[in-house]
């Protein structure tokens, strides 16, 4: 080995060409050990966060650059508070580890939901019951993890009733509208706000009423309308049946259709709405339909129906089934083909555990895959709560809680995945690839795409003492 003495700094130093293949050697090995995301295997994973006490209900949203922001709700102050993450596309933690507190105010915090402030940050939304009753109150962090609003965030709605069941969507100009269900009136009715950029609320205090008719309102769902505005649905018990309703209101808060549409009255029970964009100022509606129910709440089949951007019904009266067969259909999650359609998938018990199945609508309602669907996984065991993204290709992937290899008294529920092409050919894996099936249990898992053909997937996980936060890019 060759050395030398270095006379400006007066110590002996290894030669350069030798130092140069050590130093290369150690940066190999540092990249090596390195937990990136796409390295990462299903039962190790990356942890976001693993805090003293438990961690629940992820929620996320992509911004600048592939990168992404999620939040939790988290005990590690005793009470429930909201905790965040920035983490970029190389999958670096960008913030303190563990996360910042969003809002650790001494009451407590329920599950956020969050969306991107369109300036590489975001708007994270929860209940909070620091006034008694729960209202809604939101927070915007920018890139940095620095707080753009007020220290313990600005109200939504702070009516002295009870607000609950919150959901939100971008208004396009960085700020965020704000849907829940509300008691003011003495019923369950549904009401909106809209926060702008700054935090400030631009409607009514306390938000405008969607619709505050006779009856209660429940699980309000809502899209943007691509001009400040959004289109919200709900089902509606103001008759002796369940029925699904909707309404379009403004950049102003101003209802645009002269009353709510009936989605669909058939007889019988009609619940749990989603809504998908058609990309013309109008949506296309799934629900959970018990017309055929031969008891009571045995057995949904799924229906769905277009409404026009002036809120008329396109297709037939009270919808079309998805799903042909006379089985029981249930948790239906949907996603838009940016083909002017979209793709829906399900949980059925046409066999004896239930099974994940998918379907594809096109823009006249025409079934353009199987009519009973086509299986995204039939494994042995019981597969349930399917959600879906966009994978930047007009086609989907799926992602499900799956029991195949839950025995006895032991619960070993993993997350699988599966990727649909546009012709609703299988991708990857028949019946899936493991997002993550360490021991214990996995729980509401939720996911945001990528580049094409991935994404990044993020849950709440009992591997150590209590629950904590993690996160798999898919595929591997």
Not at 227 to 241: L, R, S, Y
Not at 270 to 288: N, T
Not at 398 to 410: A, E, K, P, Q
Request: proline letters at 5%.
């Amino acid at each position: 080995m060759t050395t030398r003495s270095n006379p400006e700094y007066g110590f002996f130093s290894i030669g350069w060409t030798v130092l140069s293949h050590i130093l290369l050697t150690v940066c190999l090995l540092l990249i090596l050990s390195c937990p990136v995301l796409s390295q990462l295997n299903p039962i190790e994973n990356f942890a976001v966060c693993i805090a003293k006490k438990a961690q629940h209900f992820p929620a996320v949203t992509k911004v600048k650059d592939d990168g992404v922001i999620m939040a939790w709700r988290d005990a590690r102050n005793e009470n429930y508070d909201v905790y965040a993450q920035m983490i970029d596309k190389e999958g670096n933690l960008l913030w303190q580890p563990d996360g910042i507190p969003v809002c650790d105010h001494e009451s407590s915090q329920g599950p956020p939901i969050l969306v991107s402030d369109m300036e590489g940050g975001a708007i994270i939304i929860w209940g909070d019951t620091r006034n008694g009753s729960q209202d809604c109150y939101a927070q915007r962090i920018d890139s940095k993890g620095q707080k753009m609003w007020k220290p313990d965030g600005v109200a939504v709605c702070i009516e002295k009733t009870l607000q609950d069941d919150f959901v939100a969507v971008s208004d396009g100009s960085g700020g965020v509208i704000v849907v829940w269900e509300d008691w003011r009136t003495g019923n369950q009715d549904i009401f909106a706000q809209r926060i702008s950029t700054d935090g400030i609320p631009s409607w009514k205090q306390n938000g405008i009423p969607v619709y505050a008719g006779q009856g209660d309102q429940y699980d309000p769902v809502l899209i943007p309308d691509n001009d400040g505005g959004a289109i919200v649905a709900w089902w509606d018990f103001n008759t002796p049946d369940w029925n699904v309703y909707a309404q379009k209101i403004d950049r102003n808060g101003n209802t645009q259709w002269e009353k709510p549409t009936p989605v669909c009255t058939a007889k019988g029970n009609q619940g749990s709405p989603q809504l998908i964009s058609d990309g013309k100022g109008g949506a296309y509606c799934v629900w959970s339909d018990f017309r055929n129910d031969p008891n009571l709440f045995t057995r949904s089949q799924l229906y769905t129906q277009h409404l026009t951007e002036a809120g008329k019904t396109s297709w037939e009266k009270d919808g079309i089934p998805i799903c042909k067969m006379s089985v029981n259909q249930q948790q239906a999650d949907s996603v838009s083909d940016n083909k002017g359609g979209f793709i829906v998938v399900w949980w059925d018990d046409r066999d004896i555990f239930a099974d994940i199945y998918a379907q594809r609508i096109n823009s006249d309602g025409n079934l353009l895959w199987d009519p009973n669907g086509i299986p995204v996984c039939t494994a042995g065991g019981v597969q349930q709560i399917p959600k879906l993204v966009s994978d930047g290709a007009n086609g989907c992937i799926v992602y499900w809680l799956d029991y195949r290899n839950d025995f006895g008294d032991i619960t070993e529920d993993a997350i699988y995945a599966q990727r649909l092409d546009f012709s609703g050919n299988i991708l990857w894996n028949k019946d899936g690839i493991p997002v993550c099936n360490a021991e214990k249990e996995q729980i509401t898992p939720t996911a945001i795409s990528t580049e094409a053909g991935s994404a990044i997937v993020i849950w709440s996980d009992a591997r150590g003492t209590d629950y904590d936060i993690y996160m798999q890019r898919i595929p591997e």
